[in-house]
């Protein structure tokens, strides 16, 4: 089951613990724990890269599988098939990674990019679904329904 975390949200899953809510983190555990797959890659790794505590994080991670590298070259290709004429986000590098990695899991609070992640012309078979937390914190059943239900093809 693959997930991709949007940078706007790295620092509420990655970073300081105390801080975390509810539903950022049993979105930890399920990674951790191995019932989400987090995948990275092409520009987004490099965006999320830059916090540091999340590198580390990466590096454990990949070492127990919990965390997947798509490579640049896919991201990038996928990228190119995208029309960017029916976007609302300018976060193409983000959809291009769902493609790429079969990934229709995403936690961000982007409106735009959710909005894009849920159109049926850039997304599909199956659609995208979203993960938030900005409205409330809290770990709710249909929280936890969209976790379990995530799909990844690969």
């Known amino acids: ?18 801080g975390r809510s509810e539903a950022a983190t049993k979105l930890l555990e399920y990674i951790d724990n191995g019932k989400l797959r987090l995948v990275v890659g092409g520009r987004l790794r490099e965006e999320l890269c830059g916090s540091n505590k999340f590198e580390k994080w990466l590096t454990v991670a990949l070492d127990r599988g919990t965390a997947r590298i798509v490579s640049k070259h896919k991201v990038n290709e996928a990228e190119q098939q995208i029309q960017e004429d029916k976007c609302k986000s300018n976060d193409t590098h983000v959809l291009a990674l769902a493609i790429a990695a079969h990934a229709r899991l995403l936690y961000t609070h982007d409106d735009a990019l959710a909005d894009d992640f849920k159109n049926r012309d850039l997304i599909r078979k199956p659609r995208g679904k979203v993960f938030r937390t900005e409205v409330s914190g809290r770990f709710t059943d249909d929280k936890r329904k969209l976790l379990d239900d995530a799909n990844c093809g690969t």
């Open 1 to 18: 089951m693959c997930l991709i975390v949007d940078s706007c949200v790295v620092g509420l899953v990655f970073g300081d613990p105390t």
